[in-house]
């Protein structure tokens, strides 16, 4: 019986190389980095070049599925809200299958490729070659191309894969050596009189003190620091001994057997040192794991982070590297935004550094080319901006504090619109015009060089650095702190996705629904050099996001109840008899409700712009309302009461539940859209038939657009719920008013 498993590999093995024989290929489009195109191609490649890290990008297999999930366990009303899968379930429920894995895998080692790292999550594989292995099996060439001041190799053209294997596989990376991932650490000086940021310092600056003072320092909690150079672990120390923050850390090689040394590259080792260091600055109780890849060219970030998400090196990931996102290969930004998904439905939350070069991240090389930092682009990411303020002359912070958008002669924060991914639902009320792309940074906190800089220790000595690489790191030690906060508060083990929750809390802020979680940025903007960029303003804006998170406001919000909890007096009653009018009832997020006899109707109007109902407070030509489902609550409201005044609604089990307007045919976008999300959201509800009480999915923005000439808008929703008393229906239509 132990023979079996191997038996059959090698039959598939043997069956895909044979199946492959004369087979149609498919082309892999996009695979020829842009940049190899503005280079002299030489000659080619000799065939025995070494190809040490080529990454077989699978992807995931349900990724509205996943989202629907991720949502979910973010959302109160939820069932599964704080409830992350394990690896396992994530890979056989939204990955390829395992036969489809092997499939490809088989069949990459029939070609003579060597597999050198296979993936728990089956998003991609990982194979060593050579460039005449490449050309004859992708039928892709591989060629010497002459740079400014030295040779890269690259494909010649896009390479193709069988057609039994080609909807499995999105794209390939690794088969050139072009520069691809930049550290966004910012110029470092020696320190003589300057002032800068310590960890106290910024604790001051963003209001970390009330949660240091309630006992919090990030015990049982762990920050992942995603890094490729090694360190001198006398450097950390320092930093700890100077600044009174003993840091717990560790390496935690992907290959142990192959460690990295120190890359003599300009700011490598100083970006896993910054990282490091204040990473652990605010939390000293938290366990920082460096996660490093092998050495190069046999691997990069891309390894680090799969490593992090596949065996969660960190309750909070934090990311410091640049990659302009219109020069990388699109399936290179989604392979890096599938790890994210795998990681927030893993309990992780991620941050990464917007980038250092304002609007235009592909400086130097496109100075005129607005572009955003593709690593932070994905909307499972917390993308992390930088601002500036001048401290006092002895190093203080000033009180009040006021922020600028990080902008001066040694870079500026990152942000603006992503080329790659369309604008999540959670982003619809954060800018007009929802149809473009993910905008970010989504916050920001202190990035400036010069005001007020960072300390760090490097080479024994005391340094001032800065960019949005000492912000991430610096935010992910905060978010250590909010973790464990929560964990005392609930036993949950991580925040997950919190970027959903970062935007209704905002929204609720600009609205005037809550005290200010964030401090707004409203001073100068992100245009670096002259170049594009984007200004600052009230509310969110592509130059600080949010603004500046305040950690003891944000902590309390996190943990403190929402809108509509509990949720009875949001909920809108089915239809029909009173025994079945809460198998399932809408929920809508607003605080005035049209009502009868004590509960609310079925029609509900919001007028444009009005706070207590339009999600974005703005009057913008739209309304959007927070909505979802309710199945089973057990409703005691006075008009489910009898004459005794027990209640007469039951709950019972559910089988089936049926969106059925919007109906699938429209061709309404955003009409469509509004069911799209919908139907997402009910396909994270639990596995029916289910008996669970008070099962709700997780709440989505629906839009609800004014008509023509500025008449009243409408959206009419209804469901069937098929349970143990019979059918039953649940109806609700939004009417947007004119302002």
């Known amino acids: 019986m132990r023979r079996a498993p191997a038996l059959l590999a090698v039959g598939l093995l043997l069956a895909v190389a044979k199946s492959a024989v004369g087979e149609p290929m498919r082309p892999l489009p996009g695979t020829v980095p842009r940049a190899l195109r503005h280079l002299v191609a030489s000659e080619p490649a000799p065939a025995d070049l070494p190809l040490e890290n080529v990454t077989i990008v699978l992807g995931l297999r349900d990724r509205t599925g996943l989202d629907a999930v991720i949502a979910a366990q973010q959302d109160r009303h939820s069932a599964r809200y704080g409830r992350w899968l394990d690896l396992d379930e994530i890979a056989d429920r939204f990955g390829p299958s395992r036969s489809e894995y092997e499939r490809v895998r088989a069949w990459f080692v029939g070609q003579g490729f060597r597999v050198v790292r296979d993936s728990p999550s089956r998003v991609a594989i990982v194979v060593a070659g050579t460039a005449g292995q490449a050309g004859t099996a992708l039928a892709a060439p591989i060629w010497l ?42 110029p470092l000086e020696l320190v003589d009189t300057r002032t800068a940021l310590g960890p106290a310092d910024f604790a001051a600056a963003y209001s970390v003190g009330p949660l240091q003072n309630a006992g919090l320092t990030g015990a049982g909690r762990s920050i992942a620091v995603i890094a490729r150079s090694a360190f001198h672990d006398s450097d950390v120390t320092a930093f ?51 996660v490093l890849s ?75 080319l607005l572009a955003v930092n593709a690593l932070a682009s ?40 992503s080329v790659v991914f369309a604008r999540p639902r959670y982003q619809l009320a954060a800018l007009a015009n929802p149809a473009n792309g993910r905008v970010l940074p989504d916050v920001s906190v202190a990035a400036s060089p010069d005001n007020p800089g960072f300390f760090m220790v490097q080479d024994g000595q005391t340094r001032v650095i800065g960019g949005t690489s000492a912000s991430a790191p610096a935010l ?19 925040l997950g996705q919190l970027l959903p929750t970062l935007y209704r809390l905002g929204s609720e802020q600009v609205r005037g629904l809550r005290a200010p979680v964030f401090r707004d940025v409203t001073i100068g903007n992100n245009a670096f050099d002259g170049h594009g960029g984007f200004p600052a303003g009230p509310g969110f804006d592509l130059a600080s996001g949010w603004g500046a998170p305040l950690a003891d406001a944000l902590a309390a919000a996190v943990t403190g109840p929402g809108r509509c909890e509990p949720e009875l007096g949001c909920l809108i009653p089915g239809q029909g008899s009173k025994r079945r009018a809460c198998t399932g009832e809408w929920l809508v997020e607003q605080d005035v409700f049209a009502a009868r006899h004590g509960l609310p109707r079925v029609r509900q109007t919001c007028r444009d712009g009005d706070p207590e109902c339009d999600v974005d407070g703005a009057a913008d030509g739209r309304c959007t309302s ?95 719920i098929d349970g143990a008393h019979g059918p039953a229906m649940s109806r609700l239509t939004l009417v947007c008013l004119p302002p």
Request: proline share 10%; charged share 20%.
């Open 626 to 720: 927070n909505v979802g489902l309710c199945l089973n609550v057990f409703d005691v409201r006075s008009a489910f009461l009898n004459r005794k005044g027990v209640p007469v609604c039951e709950p019972g089990p559910v089988r089936r539940v049926t969106l059925l307007s919007p109906g699938a045919h429209t061709r309404d976008p955003v009409v469509a859209g509004n069911r799209d999300a919908l139907q997402a959201a009910l396909g994270a509800l639990p596995t029916f038939p289910t008996s669970l009480r008070a099962a709700c999915t997780a709440t989505v923005p629906l839009e609800v657009p004014l008509g023509a000439g500025g008449r009243p808008g409408r959206l009419n929703l209804r469901v069937r």
């Open 294 to 368: 092998r050495p190069a060219p046999q691997g990069d970030i891309p390894e680090s982070l799969a490593d992090a998400v596949e065996f969660h090196r960190g309750d909070i990931i934090t990311l410091s590297f640049g990659l302009c996102e219109p020069s990388s290969p699109t399936i290179a930004t989604e392979l890096f935004d599938a790890f994210y998904a795998v990681g927030n439905a893993h309990g992780q939350t991620i941050l990464v550094a917007s980038g250092d070069s304002g609007g235009t991240e592909c400086l130097p090389g496109e100075p005129d």
């Open 476 to 494: 992910a030690s905060v978010l250590a702190l909010i973790t464990e906060q929560v964990a005392r508060a609930s036993g949950a083990t991580g």
């Open 240 to 290: 700890s001994d100077r600044f009174g923050v003993p840091i717990r850390f560790e390496r935690r090689f992907v290959d142990p057997n192959n460690p990295p040394g120190i890359r003599p590259e300009p700011g490598e080792e100083t970006e896993v040192l910054i990282d490091t260091q204040w990473s652990g600055a605010l939390a000293p109780g938290a366990q920082v794991n460096v």
């Open 378 to 417: 994905s909307p499972h990411v917390i993308a992390v901006g930088g601002t500036s303020f001048a401290l006092n002359p002895d190093g203080s912070v000033p009180s009040p504090l006021v922020e600028s958008v990080w902008n001066d002669a040694l870079g500026a924060g990152g942000g603006g619109e």
């Open 145 to 186: 191309y002459r740079g400014r001041d030295r040779m890269y190799h690259g494909p010649r053209v896009d390479p193709s894969v069988p057609e039994s294997i080609g909807r499995s596989v999105g794209g390939l990376l690794g088969l050139d050596d072009l520069p691809k991932f930049r550290p966004l650490v910012r």
